[in-house]
């Protein structure tokens, strides 16, 4: 290796100057500077806060005075030895369903890679099948087979409920549940640690004389011990997690999961909700920092590595069998599911008249459409900014280098990771009350980089900043359409300027179009308005409760929140200002550019996102950015890095490099990205359940409330609503990625769960 | 001087702990214009890093590049009209084998038929006539290979530059590619650098070979210069093999030196001119140069290790109390010599080295 040297006297010097260094050459790359900046910013914005907001607020009463009365409840005498047994009660359905679930992921691993069972494709995508419906189906379905109605319970055996007798609400039902809903995790990780375990070890174990068994005890398992245990932490974390199961089927059973929804929902209690997140969290952290660089370091088999050319084949029918008729059981038991699920919705009155009826389905699609349309709509709209944003960040993690990289990895995928009630509770506490502070941090930090990217030098960038902001403040105070107007004319102004200067048409229709948009936050309501007046012309039914929603997602569309919008107009500003060559234009343009989102950021309340359709966005985006993340990675880990420094040495500038190489080869990851987004969206619970408002509903939330009122099979219509949503997307998008990428490997969609 | 590099250091920020790590010290390192040089040197030692401060990829922290008179440090790699072939070939997987080569000229916006005529050009310099249309993963290891070369001199670029292009290859392909690479890089008269570890590849291909350790160069000379002239104890061994001798310099004469060495005295001629009486020094004798005869040599030896190798036969011998390597090449010396019996050794004349003992430890 090369040499180094010993400076121990100057260490903290050269510490920081190497920092600076290093500053400076990132600022030096404005690509690599905007997307870490943006990226880091989104992150800390709505992961970062939010958490921090739910983990401290167990700690102060609403009035802000240091409390720690929640947690001296857990060792008081009153309610001490309840919440100790939640607490109790959580980890054991944790232990359980983990075990249970890698129990079954390894037997479905072992059956698919070992056992060359026949019909492996279709156990395969029957196995991922959990992972794309919401989580409380089969919770949902399981109530229906073998509740005090069920149809197996009452129907088949005619065994009638009495008042004492074990019925399937409780721990057992809740760990049968989330062993089948979380199985599909295990299955992946231990596959794809067996597919790898090179077959050479094992027979050089059998040529060394050792029997099978012997070869199991003292070669395979210890090699797939890592495998095991990262699938039993990852069960474990998402078992505490869940939130959809426990509210169904925990019957008398409390996890702490469902004591905070109660505390919110049932008691509007935020603090004592805080509190239990902090319960929550403590284990959850810890178990996934284990999982991330315990078991991950100890592991002897990349996982990034190709798979062993062959591999070994079960030779004993017995092993052999079981392993296949389990999983095919299994199978079939899924499959039972979901069936249960799709009849359950057609079912005319379930439990006393199992004769099927559309009546549940004219319900859903008349007054359920509401809730579809803004699921969908708002799933669909948030998936590309999460693709892209996961991109972002994978492409940052694999391919540069700076400081701070592994914080951005562990806290993009920190969104993911926590419960999604703790995350929840965050958004309401950062997100209802006005963010002052938050706001101004951020414009700071954006406004530095505008002037940075805009300026050529010292003067020209403090010039534009101080004139830009103070500019921005004063439009901040006019009237909000006003506002609009200005800033929109700002922007079309600029495209006119674009266009007197020759500027490619492309660009000028871009900047004009930026200007109109933002133009057209005053006109949003008057575009929308005939629409809605039309659709009260309808008949009331599907179409005119469709149309009303789809004026209000136009309405939503045009309106985005102005700090949002303000941060956007910051990346657009960046964009289409940096590299003016003219001094005498640069700086007022510079100027004009940084008084559009300064002003966006400072008019009204800033961050005041609640009961708005953003916030629930922003919860989708980071429920599902580990998952793109992943996708990236995945991906781009197989991309020779060289291949771009062979664009750049042959003359392509860093522009020309990502359009005409990086984009083409991360576009399958792209698509990953997209389908992996979506359907987390669609199907997320727990992070959003405290977001709906009356304005927007999502069907999750639906399904809960419908159940809540004893709508079982409304709340199963819903449920396969979103299925066929989720499999329609699922499908539609790998048939494109099939069409474009055949013949280079197209994208394995199993990577993202 | 064509191509310039003026004290390049380069400095990497410590990962981990907070010692900078130097990848490559104070090189200085004229290259002429049409001449094929190698970098040559173990893994980590500033070679790459080196090539990559040429192409542009890396910055140096301190000194300059300069290119036909102008200096290039802070240009990027796409405006320095070098273009560089990579160990991973590179090629672009989404690109068949024409476009590939026709990437760079697209972006320089050639006419078409331009376009067309140099990638025909290029494919036929590199054999690959007719391929135009293949994928790349269609492609074997070696057909990849010549794809990479010709997308690079299709550019007809002011210096080629080469990271181990042949070190993906088998053995019997890349000694292929060795002999095509100086055909072409001979007959179109390009400027070229050319990173290896393998120092054969080294020497078949290069006008000169510069080779590095640590981050600094140790010798820079035609093949036969850093074979036979090796200024230190690592040029030595990592070109070829040596045996080291100490000894200590007894007289110094006109055009010789007389040195004292296992017990006797070896008479040098055309030293190094900065000896002086009775400085320790080494003696560099590679294997071939020893001669292993039944009697004659200079002085005794006892056979420890006789291996026949079928072109040759190697000896290892013990002269007072030093193991020296020896290989016998003629074919009419082909009887091996019985482990144990006693040889005579002696050293053929032309082809010692002396170093100051210190040069050659350092």
């Known amino acids: 290796m090369a040499i180094t040297h010993e400076k121990p006297k100057r260490q903290f010097l050269s510490g920081a100057i190497t920092r600076i260094r290093e500053f400076t050459m990132i600022s030096r790359d404005p690509v690599l500077f905007l997307s870490l900046m943006i990226s880091g910013m989104i992150i800390f914005i709505f992961v970062i806060l939010p958490i921090y907001k739910t983990v401290s607020g167990g700690f102060f009463t609403p009035e802000g005075q240091w409390d720690l009365s929640y947690f001296a409840r857990y060792f008081d005498d009153y309610y001490g030895p309840g919440l100790r047994l939640a607490f109790m009660d959580t980890m054991k359905m944790g232990v359980l369903t983990a075990t249970f679930g890698s129990l079954v992921g390894f037997i479905f691993a072992y059956a698919i890679v070992r056992c060359n069972m026949p019909g492996k494709n279709i156990v395969h995508w029957l196995a991922l099948v959990p992972t794309v419906s919401p989580p409380f189906a089969l919770a949902l379905s399981m109530i229906l087979l073998f509740g005090r109605s069920g149809l197996i319970t009452k129907k088949v055996l005619g065994i009638t409920y009495v008042q004492g007798a074990n019925d399937i609400y409780g721990m057992d039902g809740l760990v049968i549940v989330q062993t089948i809903t979380f199985f599909s995790v295990a299955y992946l990780i231990i596959r794809a640690m067996l597919e790898r375990l090179n077959p050479s070890m094992e027979e050089a174990a059998a040529s060394l004389g050792a029997g099978r068994w012997h070869i199991f005890r003292t070669v395979t398992l210890p090699l797939l011990i890592p495998g095991l245990a990262g699938s039993f932490l990852l069960l474990f974390v998402e078992s505490l997690a869940d939130l959809g199961n426990p509210l169904f089927i925990a019957g008398n059973t409390t996890v702490l999961s469902s004591q905070i929804f109660l505390a919110v929902i049932g008691e509007y209690d935020y603090q004592k909700a805080s509190a239990i997140s902090f319960v929550l969290i403590i284990p959850t952290l810890v178990l996934y920092m284990l999982q991330r660089y315990y078991v991950n370091r100890r592991s002897y088999i990349s996982v990034t590595g190709k798979p062993a050319s062959a591999q070994i084949i079960e030779k004993d029918p017995i092993i052999r069998w079981s392993a296949i008729i389990i999983s095919y059981l299994i199978c079939a038991f899924v499959i039972l599911l979901y069936a249960t699920i799709v009849y359950g919705s057609f079912s005319f009155s379930w439990g006393v008249d199992f004769t099927p009826s559309l009546r549940h389905w004219e319900h859903t699609i008349t007054r359920g459409v509401e809730a579809i349309l803004d699921t969908t709509f708002l799933s669909a709209l948030a998936t590309p900014f999460a693709a892209l944003l996961g991109m972002i960040i994978a492409w940052l993690v694999v391919r540069k280098k700076f400081s701070g990289k592994e914080v951005l990895d562990f806290s993009s995928n920190l969104g993911g990771a926590v419960p999604g009630t703790i995350l929840g509770i965050g958004f309401i506490m950062a997100f209802n009350t006005p963010q002052l502070s938050l706001a101004i941090v951020i414009y700071a930090l954006l406004a530095l980089f505008f002037a940075q990217a805009v300026g050529k030098n010292a003067l020209e960038r403090i010039t534009i900043l101080i004139l830009g902001t103070g500019a921005g403040v004063l439009v901040s105070k006019l009237e909000t359409a006003t506002l609009y107007y200005l800033v929109g004319g700002i922007y079309i102004l600029i495209g006119l300027l674009q266009a007197v200067q020759k500027k490619r048409f492309a660009t000028v229709a871009a900047v004009s179009l930026v200007g109109l948009y933002l133009m057209s936050t005053n006109w949003a309501t008057q575009l929308a308005k005939p629409i809605s007046d039309f659709s009260r012309t309808l008949e009331r039914g599907f179409w005119s409760n469709a149309i009303v929603q789809f004026s209000d997602h136009l309405k939503t569309l045009l309106q985005p929140p102005p700090s949002l919008m303000a941060i956007g107009m910051m990346v657009v500003g960046v964009v289409i200002l940096a590299n003016i060559q003219k001094r005498s234009l640069r700086i007022p343009l510079g100027i004009a550019g940084l008084l559009v989102p300064c002003a966006l950021f400072f008019t009204g309340v800033p961050f005041a996102l609640v009961g708005g359709a953003y916030i629930i966005m922003a919860a989708y985006i980071v429920r599902s950015l580990p998952a793109s993340v992943r996708a990236g990675v995945a991906t781009l880990q197989q991309i020779d890095p060289s291949i771009e420094e062979a664009s750049n040495s042959l003359g392509a500038d860093a522009q020309y490099t990502f359009r005409k190489v990086t984009l083409p080869l991360i576009t399958p990851a792209l698509l990953a990205g997209l389908i992996f987004s979506f359907t987390r969206h669609m199907t997320s619970l727990s992070a959003i359940i405290f977001l709906v408002s009356a304005k927007w509903r999502i069907v999750t939330a639906s399904i809960l409330s419908e159940w809540e009122q004893g709508g079982v099979s409304i709340a199963a219509a819903y449920s396969t609503v979103i299925i066929l949503f989720v499999l329609i997307a699922i499908g539609v998008l790998s048939l494109i990625t099939n069409r474009m990428f055949r013949g280079r490997g197209g994208v394995d969609i199993s990577q993202g769960f | ?362």
């Open chain 2, 1 to 362: 001087m064509y191509l310039i590099l003026d004290n390049v250091t380069k400095t990497f920020p410590p990962r981990g702990g907070v010692t900078e790590v130097t990848a490559v010290n104070n090189v200085n390192l004229e290259i002429r214009k049409s001449e094929l040089v190698t970098l040559l040197g173990p893994s980590g030692c500033g070679k790459t890093t080196t090539l990559r401060m040429i192409a542009g990829f890396e910055f140096p922290t301190y000194g300059r590049i300069i290119l036909d008179g102008e200096e290039i440090n802070s240009l990027p790699p796409h405006k320095r009209d070098m273009s560089m072939v990579f160990q991973s070939y590179a090629i672009f997987p989404h690109l068949n084998v024409f476009e590939n080569i026709a990437y760079g000229l697209n972006v320089q916006k050639l006419p078409k038929d331009q376009i067309n005529r140099r990638v025909n050009q290029a494919l036929e310099l590199v054999h690959l006539e007719g391929y135009g249309h293949r994928a790349p993963n269609q492609l074997s290891g070696g057909q990849q290979q010549r794809v990479a070369l010709a997308r690079a001199l299709v550019m007809e670029p002011k210096v080629l530059l080469m990271d181990e292009p042949l070190s993906n290859l088998d053995a019997k392909l890349r000694e292929e590619m060795r002999i095509e690479i100086r055909r072409i890089q001979q007959e179109l008269n390009i400027t070229s650098v050319y990173v290896t570890h393998d120092q054969i590849e080294a020497m078949t291909l290069s006008d000169r070979i510069v080779i590095m350790n640590l981050g600094v160069i140790e010798q820079i000379g035609t093949p036969m210069e850093v074979y036979r002239f090796p200024n230190s104890h690592f040029v030595a061994n990592f070109i070829g093999r040596a045996n080291f001798i100490p000894g200590t310099v007894n007289t110094i004469e006109r055009n010789s030196v007389v040195i004292d060495a296992l017990g006797k005295t070896l008479v040098v001629t055309n030293p190094r001119p900065d000896l002086h009486v009775g400085e320790q020094v080494t003696i560099i004798v590679r294997p071939e140069a020893v001669n292993v005869q039944p009697q004659n040599g200079n002085y005794e030896g006892l056979v420890r290790r006789a291996v026949y190798l079928g072109n040759l036969i190697e000896y290892d011998m013990e002269v007072s109390g030093q193991l020296i390597t020896g290989v016998e090449t003629d074919p009419s010396k082909m009887e091996v010599i019985p482990v144990g019996s006693k040889v005579s050794v002696g050293f053929v004349e032309d082809c010692i080295q002396v170093l100051p003992a210190e040069k050659a430890n350092g």
